[in-house]
């Protein structure tokens, strides 16, 4: 148990100061989901998907001036298809993960969305750490790449349901 809460801390401590945002992984499951909830430099978050079948999930992200709701297809072991409607535009995108070890995934988004005719790249790019078989600490970096965007930190817990 120490050497998973030193872990942790070192973590905590070299991405504390790269402003981040952790996701989730792409898997679907049939009637069980994830939700998550964060701190970060621009405000407080709650989200989480459900799956309606083994590759269809709904989405969702609420937090400060920010909405997101989609769906995620789940195509590969690792790798899911999103879109859905981020702030009122329409957003395309990919998820994908890849586990590191036993207690660390590794995860990433990229995102396509059309604000007001205006096309925007989004990043996200993190990591879940397990704490216990449900549980874990997610964190990571996040922005998009307009002239003048800088990364986000965010930590923030997530329960599998």
Not at 68 to 77: A, D, I, M, T
Not at 105 to 117: D, M, R, T, W
């Amino acid at each position: 148990m120490l050497k998973k809460a030193f872990i942790v801390a070192i973590i905590i401590i070299l991405f504390s100061s790269i402003p981040a945002q952790a996701l989730r992984t792409p898997q679907v499951r049939e009637n069980r989901g994830t939700i998550d909830a964060y701190i970060a430099n621009y405000g407080l978050k709650i989200g989480g998907d459900y799956g309606i079948n083994s590759q269809w999930a709904f989405l969702a992200d609420f937090g400060t001036d920010m909405i997101r709701l989609g769906g995620k297809y789940q195509f590969q072991s690792e790798l899911a298809l999103l879109l859905g409607l981020n702030h009122e535009s329409p957003f395309f995108g990919i998820n994908g993960s890849k586990r590191l070890n036993p207690n660390l995934i590794g995860v990433y988004e990229f995102n396509l969305s059309a604000p007001k005719q205006n096309p925007s790249l989004f990043y996200n790019l993190g990591f879940l750490i397990d704490i216990e078989q449900e549980v874990d600490l997610r964190t990571g970096i996040s922005g998009s790449l307009e002239s003048g965007n800088f990364p986000y930190l965010q930590l923030g817990i997530g329960y599998q349901f």
